[in-house]
C-alpha cells in the first residue's frame, strides 16, 4: 500500500510540472529506474540525472553539523579537500557543453560548502541556463543580500536557504550571525519579478527538535514567500556504522565517521517531543510557504527511534541508493565522485582530456557500480545518508 501510495504521488508530481516531467521524470529509463526504487527491484540503468558543482572548497560558517565548518579530519572534509578554492570557469564551460550533458538534460545542483562565495557565481548560473538545464543552488544565506540581484537576472530556477531554528538558536548552529541577513535576502529576492523559488531547508538535530513549529511560524511572520519548507532528519556515519562498513573490507567503499561530534549526538533527540512537532508541522497551514515537507516521511515512534539513534540500522523502504547509477558531483579540481556526502572514491578527473561520458561510464565507475550492486544498494555507511533517506518520496 505504502510503495502505490508513492508511486501515485510520483505520478502527481510528474503531472504538476508536465514540462519537467517530460524532460527529467518520463524519458523511459528515468522512469525505469525511479519505479524500481520505489518497488525496491535492486537494479539500476545508468543514466545521468543530476550534476553536483562543488564551486568552492571553503565556507564562511561553521556548523555544528558540519565536518567542513569545524575542520574536522573526516566525512565531508576529506571529500572536499582539492588544491582549488573555486571552479575555473573553463571547467564549467566545459561541462554545460558536453555532449553527454546536453543530450541528457540533468539537473545541476550548486552546492557544498558556500558557492556564493564563488567570484563568478552569476556567470556560472547564466552559463548553465543559457544551456537549458534547470539548476538550484544552497546557501547559508550570509552573501544573500549582496548577491541576490546577481542570482535573480542569472535565472536561477531555485535557490534554497539553509535555516534551522529561530534567530538565537540559528545563529548558534551555524556559527556565524546569519538569520537576519538570510531573511533580508530572501525579502530581496521575493521583490524582483524574474526570481528563483525558494526553499528553506532546516536539519533536525539534537539541538532544535524541539523548535520546528516555532521556526514555521518566525518564518511565517518574516511575510517572505517561500516555494517549499524541507524538514531533514540528519545525516550521520556513527561509529557503529562505520566499523560495521569498514569490515566488509571493500577498500573502494571504507567510511569515516562524519557528523557526530560533542554537539551532534542523534541519540538526544527526544522522540516524544519530535513525534509531536513532526504531527504539528504536517497540519500546519501557513499563508506564505507553499509546503512543508519532512525527510524522510517516517511516521512512527518506532521509526523516529531507530533513525536517531547511533546503531544506524537500516530502515524499511529508506535503503536504497541509486546515486551511483545517476549522478556525478564534480570538485573544483575537476575530480568527479558519485556524491558529495559519498565514499571518497574518484572516478576520474574531467581536467585530464575525459569527458563526462567517459567518467560516467569508466571502468572504476562500472566497479564501484557492480560491488554495490553486491551489497543491494546500501552499505552500512550508507543508512542515515541523504541517498537512501531523500529516496523518491
Ligand atoms: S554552510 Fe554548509 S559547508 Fe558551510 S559549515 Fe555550514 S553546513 Fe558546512
Ligand atoms: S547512500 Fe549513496 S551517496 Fe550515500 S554513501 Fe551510500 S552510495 Fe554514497
Same mark, same amino acid.
Request: charged fraction near 25%.
Given at each position: 500500500?505504502?510503495?502505490? =501510495? #508513492?508511486?501515485?504521488?510520483?505520478? &502527481?508530481?510528474?503531472?504538476?510540472? !508536465?514540462?519537467?516531467? @517530460?524532460?527529467?521524470?518520463? /524519458? +523511459?529509463?528515468?522512469?525505469?529506474?525511479?519505479?524500481?526504487?520505489?518497488?525496491?527491484?535492486?537494479?539500476?540503468?545508468?543514466?545521468?540525472?543530476?550534476?553536483?558543482?562543488?564551486?568552492?572548497?571553503?565556507?564562511?560558517?561553521?556548523?555544528?553539523?558540519?565536518?567542513?565548518?569545524?575542520?574536522?579530519?573526516?566525512?565531508?572534509?576529506?571529500?572536499?579537500?582539492?588544491?582549488?578554492?573555486?571552479?575555473?570557469?573553463?571547467?564549467? =564551460? #566545459?561541462?554545460?557543453?558536453?555532449? &553527454?550533458?546536453?543530450?541528457?538534460? !540533468?539537473?545541476?545542483? @550548486?552546492?557544498?560548502?558556500? /558557492? +556564493?562565495?564563488?567570484?563568478?557565481?552569476?556567470?556560472?548560473?547564466?552559463?548553465?541556463?543559457?544551456?537549458?538545464?534547470?539548476?538550484?543552488?544552497?546557501?547559508?544565506?550570509?552573501?544573500?543580500?549582496?548577491?541576490?540581484?546577481?542570482?535573480?537576472?542569472?535565472?536561477?530556477?531555485?535557490?534554497?536557504?539553509?535555516?534551522?531554528?529561530?534567530?538565537?538558536?540559528?545563529?548558534?548552529?551555524?556559527?556565524?550571525?546569519?538569520?537576519? =541577513?538570510?531573511?533580508?535576502?530572501?525579502?530581496?529576492?521575493?521583490?524582483?519579478?524574474?526570481?528563483?523559488? @525558494?526553499?528553506?531547508?532546516?536539519?533536525?538535530?539534537?539541538?532544535?527538535?524541539?523548535?520546528?513549529?516555532?521556526?514555521?511560524?518566525?518564518?511565517?511572520?518574516?511575510?517572505?514567500?517561500?516555494?517549499?519548507?524541507?524538514?531533514?532528519?540528519?545525516?550521520?556515519?556513527?561509529?557503529?556504522?562505520?566499523?560495521?562498513?569498514?569490515?566488509?573490507?571493500?577498500?573502494?567503499?571504507?567510511?569515516?565517521?562524519?557528523?557526530?561530534?560533542?554537539?551532534?549526538?542523534?541519540?538526544?533527540?527526544?522522540?516524544?517531543?519530535?513525534?509531536?512537532?513532526?504531527?504539528?508541522?504536517?497540519?500546519?497551514?501557513?499563508?506564505?510557504?507553499?509546503?512543508?515537507?519532512?525527510?524522510?516521511?517516517?511516521?512512527?515512534?518506532?521509526?523516529?527511534?531507530?533513525?536517531?539513534?547511533?546503531?544506524?540500522?537500516?530502515?524499511?523502504?529508506?535503503?536504497?541508493?541509486?546515486?551511483?547509477?545517476?549522478?556525478?558531483?564534480?570538485?573544483?579540481?575537476?575530480?568527479?565522485?558519485?556524491?558529495?556526502?559519498?565514499?571518497?572514491?574518484?572516478?576520474?578527473?574531467?581536467?585530464?582530456?575525459?569527458?563526462?561520458?567517459?567518467?560516467?561510464?569508466?571502468?572504476?565507475?562500472?566497479?564501484?557500480?557492480?560491488?554495490?550492486?553486491?551489497?543491494?544498494?546500501?552499505?552500512?555507511?550508507?543508512?542515515?545518508?541523504?541517498?537512501?533517506?531523500?529516496?523518491?518520496?
Amino acid at each position: 500500500m505504502y510503495r502505490i =501510495k #508513492k508511486t501515485l504521488f510520483f505520478f &502527481y508530481k510528474a503531472l504538476k510540472h !508536465p514540462a519537467n516531467a @517530460i524532460k527529467h521524470i518520463l /524519458p +523511459l529509463k528515468r522512469l525505469i529506474n525511479n519505479l524500481f526504487q520505489i518497488y525496491g527491484i535492486r537494479y539500476q540503468l545508468p543514466v545521468l540525472d543530476s550534476i553536483i558543482l562543488c564551486v568552492t572548497n571553503f565556507c564562511n560558517a561553521h556548523c555544528l553539523m558540519c565536518d567542513i565548518g569545524l575542520n574536522h579530519d573526516k566525512g565531508m572534509n576529506i571529500l572536499q579537500r582539492s588544491e582549488k578554492r573555486e571552479m575555473d570557469f573553463e571547467l564549467l =564551460k #566545459k561541462i554545460s557543453n558536453d555532449p &553527454y550533458v546536453l543530450k541528457h538534460k !540533468p539537473f545541476f545542483n @550548486i552546492l557544498m560548502t558556500e /558557492p +556564493l562565495l564563488h567570484s563568478r557565481i552569476g556567470a556560472i548560473v547564466k552559463e548553465l541556463k543559457e544551456n537549458n538545464y534547470q539548476v538550484n543552488l544552497t546557501t547559508n544565506g550570509f552573501l544573500l543580500p549582496e548577491k541576490a540581484q546577481e542570482l535573480a537576472e542569472s535565472g536561477l530556477d531555485y535557490l534554497q536557504v539553509s535555516i534551522d531554528g529561530p534567530i538565537e538558536l540559528h545563529n548558534r548552529i551555524r556559527g556565524i550571525d546569519v538569520f537576519r =541577513k538570510a531573511i533580508e535576502g530572501i525579502k530581496k529576492l521575493n521583490s524582483f519579478n524574474a526570481k528563483p523559488l @525558494i526553499n528553506i531547508n532546516c536539519v533536525i538535530t539534537n539541538l532544535n527538535f524541539s523548535y520546528l513549529t516555532k521556526l514555521v511560524d518566525k518564518i511565517e511572520r518574516e511575510g517572505i514567500l517561500i516555494n517549499q519548507f524541507k524538514f531533514q532528519f540528519m545525516y550521520f556515519v556513527s561509529e557503529a556504522m562505520q566499523k560495521r562498513n569498514n569490515v566488509l573490507g571493500v577498500k573502494e567503499m571504507m567510511q569515516s565517521e562524519s557528523t557526530i561530534n560533542k554537539y551532534m549526538m542523534p541519540d538526544k533527540v527526544n522522540i516524544d517531543i519530535l513525534y509531536k512537532e513532526l504531527q504539528e508541522l504536517r497540519a500546519m497551514k501557513p499563508h506564505n510557504i507553499q509546503q512543508i515537507r519532512i525527510i524522510p516521511d517516517i511516521r512512527s515512534k518506532k521509526e523516529l527511534r531507530n533513525y536517531f539513534n547511533f546503531k544506524g540500522e537500516k530502515m524499511p523502504y529508506y535503503d536504497y541508493c541509486a546515486w551511483p547509477f545517476r549522478q556525478i558531483a564534480v570538485k573544483t579540481d575537476g575530480v568527479v565522485l558519485f556524491h558529495t556526502r559519498c565514499f571518497n572514491y574518484s572516478l576520474g578527473s574531467l581536467l585530464d582530456g575525459s569527458c563526462v561520458r567517459s567518467v560516467f561510464f569508466s571502468l572504476k565507475a562500472k566497479y564501484f557500480r557492480k560491488q554495490f550492486k553486491r551489497y543491494k544498494f546500501c552499505l552500512p555507511a550508507c543508512t542515515r545518508c541523504c541517498g537512501v533517506v531523500s529516496k523518491v518520496s
